[in-house]
T-cell receptor, first 114, second 113 residues
């Protein structure tokens, strides 16, 4: 089955700097790659997603890139703010189950230092 | 629009007991998925229901089961609880499932003593 590896497990950056989290997946048939942000005591919140027919997607300070050949995708957060501190999860899914059966990475705890 | 609602928020049970968790999806959403989150194993898919039918299933033992009602609300049941079942159980919904975005609730924190 699909396997997703996520790095780093912890990341600490200065406020205003950029943060990059990387994930690799094992099954080349995977076609949907969402990123979730989880704050303490809450469930994961979808922040951005990308499908395999797109190489890059941006939403304000957040961007995701996908390299299908290398089977890896990355989350980029620019101009980081204290409220960006949280645990971030990448995920991948295969057809035909699609986005309902996600395989998650192990998470990255991002800390933004003021 | 209200989000995904899970009840109860916290639950404490002892080994051997059974437990039922409840999930109300976002209004209009017909697909409900369940995930288990633990520090060791991370987030793992349990099963998905659509139109009262289990459409997908993860690799969990038969002690884990679920159902969906005609109003799309869902319940999951864990029988003969084990210490290792202690986890945050998350419910997520989408309109029809498959290629659509998944929205999570805040979860039910289950502790098995």
């Amino acid at each position: 089955g699909e396997n997703v590896e996520q790095h780093p497990s912890t990341l600490s950056v200065q406020e205003g700097d950029s943060a990059v989290i990387k994930c690799t997946y094992s099954d080349s048939a995977s076609n949907y790659f969402p990123w979730y942000k989880q704050e303490l005591g809450k469930g994961p919140q979808l922040i951005i997603d990308i499908r395999s027919n797109v190489g890059e997607k941006k939403d304000q300070r957040i961007a995701v890139t996908l390299n299908k050949t290398a089977k890896h995708f990355s989350l980029h957060i620019t101009e980081t703010q204290p409220e960006d501190s949280a645990v971030y999860f990448c995920a991948a899914s295969l057809p035909p189950e699609g986005a309902q059966k996600l395989v998650f990475g192990q998470g990255t705890r991002l800390t933004i230092n003021p | 629009k209200a989000g995904v609602t899970q009840t109860p928020r916290y639950l404490i049970k002892t080994r051997g007991q059974q437990v039922t968790l409840s999930c109300s999806p976002i209004s209009g959403h017909r697909s409900v998925s369940w995930y288990q989150q633990t520090p060791g194993q991370g987030l793992q898919f349990l099963f998905e229901y659509f139109s009262e039918t289990q459409r997908n299933k993860g690799n969990f033992p038969g002690r884990f089961s679920g159902r969906q009602f005609s109003n799309s609300r869902s319940e999951m049941n864990v029988s003969t609880l084990e210490l290792g079942d202690s986890a945050l159980y998350l419910c997520a919904s989408s309109f029809r499932g498959l290629e659509e975005k998944l929205f999570f609730g805040s979860g039910t924190q289950l502790s098995v003593l």
